[in-house]
């Protein structure tokens, strides 16, 4: 019988203040070695406050978090040469070309310079990179300077890398040439703690995630666990215009398991989408449009806390 391996990360009532304010309210997790392991929630929800405590850049206020085995408020330094941090805002040196930044990153860990350039070269090439290695930086488009940053925080080789909302901001190209770079990174097994607002995000890249929602986790699983948990398998759409959206109450019941009411359309959540789309004609309601849809961590997110994730 395989002995199960302990925790990359372990988090008890893990808690953060600020003065009166409460960023994370003590808060349970594990992380297990070799998984993708997400934070998903809206701005504000406390995902960077307990990113940056795991990351020893800001001090635990009360519960345990252990790291790597090791606790934080102890072994911070030890920690730091272990892990690779991908923060939200790029702090790339933009006095220096794209491949300087790794090797006088590199050594900040006290590679030698030969051998922080041999790992900046492969780092290039992973992250597709190399022809732009004499080029500035500040040039770069928003996606390779967030290609250049992951690469430069896996200068030191780390088992565990923190991501802090990794594609924020870009376009859907060069999110899904990370999500494929993040992809190959855990397949060499490195365990991957992101956090992300995106819950096509979430679904692509997380094994498993926790659901945050001011400063708390209000649930936790696979993707796949969370939509069956709490949703229903199609999502039926609807737009009607505004005047007939205030004549709605009562006309959908029956027709779904759940009806959402949103500013700007009605979700039907049902296990056949179309037979509902079907049954809302047969009342002779008629939306502006009509979507069928698969269910997501959104819906997911609505159901638990009533808001969408981007309110």
Same mark, same amino acid.
Request: net charge negative.
């Given at each position: *019988?395989?002995?199960?391996?302990?925790?990359?990360?372990?988090?008890? !009532?893990?808690?953060?203040?600020?003065?009166? =304010?409460? !960023?994370?309210?003590?808060?349970? &997790?594990?992380?297990?070695?070799?998984?993708?392991?997400? =934070?998903?929630?809206?701005?504000?929800?406390?995902?960077?406050?307990?990113?940056?405590?795991?990351?020893?850049?800001?001090?635990?206020?009360?519960?345990?978090?252990?790291?790597?085995? *090791?606790?934080?408020?102890?072994?911070?330094?030890?920690?730091?040469?272990?892990?690779?941090?991908?923060?939200?805002?790029?702090?790339?040196?933009?006095? $220096?070309?794209?491949?300087?930044?790794?090797?006088?990153?590199?050594?900040? &860990?006290? $590679?030698?310079?030969?051998?922080?350039?041999?790992?900046?070269?492969?780092? /290039?090439? &992973?992250?597709? /990179?190399?022809?732009?290695?004499?080029?500035?930086?500040?040039?770069?488009?928003?996606?390779?300077? +967030?290609?250049?940053?992951?690469?430069?925080?896996?200068?030191?080789?780390?088992?565990?890398?923190?991501?802090?909302?990794?594609?924020?901001?870009?376009?859907?190209? !060069?999110?899904?040439?990370?999500?494929?770079?993040?992809?190959?990174?855990?397949?060499?097994?490195?365990? $991957?703690?992101?956090?992300?607002?995106?819950? %096509?995000?979430?679904?692509?890249?997380?094994?498993?995630?926790?659901?945050?929602?001011?400063?708390?986790?209000?649930?936790?699983?696979?993707?796949?666990?969370?939509?069956?948990?709490?949703?229903?398998?199609?999502?039926?759409?609807? +737009? &009607?215009?505004?005047?007939?959206?205030?004549?709605? %109450?009562?006309?959908?019941?029956?027709?779904?398991?759940?009806?959402?009411?949103?500013? %700007?359309?009605?979700?039907?959540?049902?296990?056949?989408?179309? !037979?509902?789309?079907?049954?809302?004609?047969? +009342?002779?309601?008629?939306?502006?449009?009509?979507?069928?849809?698969?269910?997501?961590?959104? %819906?997911? =997110?609505?159901? /638990?806390?009533? +808001?969408?994730?981007?309110?």
């Amino acid at each position: *019988m395989s002995v199960p391996q302990p925790s990359l990360i372990q988090a008890r !009532a893990l808690t953060k203040r600020f003065g009166e =304010f409460i !960023a994370v309210d003590a808060i349970d &997790f594990d992380v297990a070695p070799g998984e993708s392991f997400g =934070f998903l929630g809206p701005n504000g929800a406390g995902k960077t406050s307990t990113m940056r405590m795991i990351g020893c850049v800001s001090p635990v206020s009360s519960g345990s978090l252990t790291v790597l085995g *090791m606790d934080p408020r102890v072994d911070p330094a030890r920690i730091k040469a272990r892990i690779g941090v991908a923060p939200q805002q790029d702090s790339l040196d933009m006095e $220096l070309t794209v491949r300087e930044n790794l090797v006088i990153y590199g050594r900040y &860990f006290d $590679l030698s310079r030969r051998e922080a350039g041999r790992r900046a070269d492969e780092l /290039l090439e &992973f992250v597709q /990179l190399s022809d732009r290695a004499k080029s500035q930086v500040e040039p770069l488009s928003g996606g390779m300077k +967030r290609r250049l940053t992951i690469a430069r925080s896996l200068i030191n080789e780390p088992s565990l890398l923190l991501l802090d909302e990794p594609t924020t901001g870009l376009d859907p190209q !060069a999110r899904h040439l990370l999500w494929d770079r993040l992809y190959r990174l855990k397949q060499r097994g490195v365990t $991957l703690v992101l956090t992300t607002h995106y819950m %096509d995000e979430a679904e692509q890249l997380c094994d498993r995630l926790v659901v945050m929602d001011k400063a708390k986790i209000v649930a936790e699983g696979s993707p796949r666990e969370l939509i069956e948990r709490y949703s229903t398998r199609e999502v039926l759409e609807l +737009r &009607f215009p505004s005047e007939i959206m205030d004549t709605l %109450d009562g006309q959908l019941d029956g027709l779904a398991n759940r009806v959402e009411r949103l500013p %700007d359309r009605v979700l039907l959540y049902a296990d056949d989408g179309e !037979a509902a789309a079907v049954a809302v004609h047969e +009342r002779g309601l008629r939306p502006e449009a009509t979507l069928v849809r698969r269910s997501t961590l959104e %819906d997911v =997110f609505l159901r /638990l806390t009533g +808001r969408t994730l981007i309110d």
